[in-house]
């Protein structure tokens, strides 16, 4: 599919950024599907919440759909809302869309969350596992049925399930530096919550693997060794040599985040990558020390 050409949305964000980049140094022709007025050549711009001409989307080779509200900030009744309908509404009109374009793509990679499986403590989570029944869980599932007229219309989908992305550039990880930099990081809550990570890196070399691959349906980015919110604050500690002395209780959590807190910083999802391991992608890194180490070495 070398020099094809591919549709990204979302490619502002962390993931589409780096996405992006890859695709374009192995010789993908990229247009950005963008809300923004400022569109450059062969850019195609868009309202997710409206429906989208079939026109502007023909003659794509594969489509990667990452366009999404943020989930970082206090859920109020809006805020999740939009949530919700950046996702699923964009979704939809895409897939509607793709699904009338002549010619069709012959794939979609869509993206969605690990999120999907909700907090399940200890179970060892893989594609097929059940969905959760919390806010996000519902979102996730949503998201991804979303997608179903392209699927109907014959296109290879991929619902890439990520979990947390690993890099210093933004994300959590970000966010978590400059506490832990001043020796004031700490577990949150409990600690015994399973943190699925994946590094930026994988995330790009798994995307570039999916759309060469015969992938389809929910895939888990996520490296292959889980770790505990304990095990991962003693590991970003002793990679910054700091001390981890600080946890952050349940409680205090909640107050800052709200539902936020719950769903993702107290969340337990111990995920593995069962589909992208079984189809030969080569993992960059397989442990946590090894991805930190290599994002802030510098």
């Known amino acids: 599919m070398d020099s094809a050409r591919v549709l990204v949305s979302g490619a502002s964000g962390l993931i589409g950024q780096a996405v992006v980049s890859v695709l374009r140094a192995e010789g993908y022709k990229i247009s950005r599907l963008t ?8 850019d195609v711009q868009w309202d997710p919440s409206q429906p989208l001409s079939a026109g502007l989307v023909s003659g794509f080779d594969a489509v990667v759909h990452l366009a999404g509200e943020s989930i970082v900030g206090r859920w109020t009744e809006s805020k999740k809302r939009r949530i919700r ?18 010619p069709r793509p012959s794939v979609l990679v869509c993206a969605s969350a690990v999120g999907y499986y909700g907090s399940r403590g200890d179970e060892l989570l893989r594609e097929e596992s059940a969905c959760g029944h919390d ?10 049925a979303a997608a179903k007229p392209a699927t109907d219309a014959g296109i290879r989908t991929l619902h890439t399930r990520f979990g947390l992305v690993l890099s210093r550039k933004g994300g959590a990880l970000q966010k978590m530096l400059l506490p832990f930099r001043l020796g004031v990081g700490g577990r949150v809550g409990s600690g015994t919550q399973w943190w699925s990570w994946v590094d930026l890196q994988d995330v790009t070399g798994a995307m570039l693997h999916a759309l060469k691959s015969n992938l389809q349906g929910p895939v888990n980015f996520v490296a292959p060794n889980p770790v505990t919110n304990l095990e991962f604050t003693h590991v970003l500690g002793s990679v910054l040599a700091r001390p981890t002395i600080f946890p952050v209780p349940a409680f205090a959590a909640r107050l800052a985040f709200g539902q936020m807190a719950d769903e993702l910083l107290l969340a337990s999802q111990r995920v593995e990558p069962v589909k992208l391991r079984e189809s030969g992608y080569q993992f960059k890194f397989l442990d946590l020390r090894s991805a930190l180490e290599a994002i802030l070495k510098h």
Not at 87 to 100: F, H, M, Q, W
Not at 135 to 144: A, D
């Open 85 to 102: 309908e950046s996702r699923v509404l964009g979704t939809r009109n895409l897939a509607e869309a793709l699904a009338k374009a002549s």
């Open 135 to 144: 806010f996000l869980s519902e979102v996730c599932r949503e998201w991804e």
């Open 35 to 42: 809300r923004s007025s400022q569109v450059q050549a062969g």
